[in-house]
T-cell receptor
Framework: NAGVTQTPKFRILKIGQSMTLQCTQD?????MYWYRQDPGMGLKLIYYSVGAGITDKGEVPNGYNVSRSTTEDFPLRLELAAPSQTSVYFC??????????FGEGSRLTVL | DAKTTQPTSMDCAEGRAANLPCNHSTISGNEYVYWYRQIHSQGPQYIIHGLKNNETNEMASLIITEDRKSSTLILPHATLRDTAVYYCIVTAGGTSYGKLTFGQGTILTVHP
């Protein structure tokens, strides 16, 4: 039981490039979330999903896209990367709202 | 979801109890109080949650006031490894979904 797995752990992007952060969970959780955390700050919710085929925006969705084609996977797509997207990205999942299991994070730098 | 207010930082001596307060005066009847902590740059870790009764598990105790407008997370015998940012979140529980939002949290520093 691996829990929540995020890849890659580290990535450097150039301005304008695109990439996808992968998130997979093996706990059969319905709810999945993407957060970003800037240095010294709290977590900001980007997107969340309550089940396959259903996604919704969080606090800071601009510049990102998500899809949820399966229960296990919840990839986060960055289009046209900007320096403001330099952050640590956390994926999380839960069986019921509130009790989240987090991945180890993906550290993204946009130069 | 109700908004929460926590002190920015707190200190505690190793071996003593750490009492972390959280104010959630706008909490509604179906909302739970959840506590998480984040050690250094790791992903946040779930600690405990409650609705109106006090709760205890192997990590901590949660005391919720009778009017539910505030709560206190208690780490009974703090260790250096408890140094972390502690987040208090209020959200509807069960199968109803909500946008879980983390505030700034409380930076707890445990001193030798």
């Amino acid at each position: 039981n691996a829990g929540v797995t995020q890849t890659p752990k580290f990535r450097i992007l150039k301005i304008g490039q695109s990439m996808t952060l992968q998130c997979t969970q093996d706990m059969n959780h319905n709810y999945m979330y993407w957060y970003r955390q800037d240095p010294g700050m709290g977590l900001k919710l980007i997107y969340y999903s309550v089940g396959a085929g259903i996604t919704d925006k969080g606090e800071v969705p601009n510049g990102y896209n998500v899809s949820r084609s399966t229960t296990e996977d919840f990839p986060l797509r960055l289009e046209l990367a900007a320096p403001s997207q330099t952050s640590v990205y956390f994926c999380a999942s839960s069986l019921i709202t509130g009790e989240l299991f987090f991945g180890e994070g993906s550290r993204l730098t946009v130069l | 979801d109700a908004k929460t207010t926590q002190p920015t930082s707190m200190d505690c001596a190793e071996g003593r109890a750490a009492n972390l307060p959280c104010n959630h005066s706008t909490i509604s009847g179906n909302e739970y109080v959840y506590w998480y902590r984040q050690i250094h740059s790791q992903g946040p870790q779930y600690i405990i949650h409650g609705l109106k009764n006090n709760e205890t598990n192997e990590m901590a105790s949660l005391i919720i006031t009778e009017d539910r407008k505030s709560s206190t997370l208690i780490l009974p015998h703090a260790t250096l490894r408890d140094t972390a940012v502690y987040y208090c979140i209020v959200t509807a529980g069960g199968t109803s979904y909500g946008k879980l939002t983390f505030g700034q949290g409380t930076i707890l520093t445990v001193h030798p």
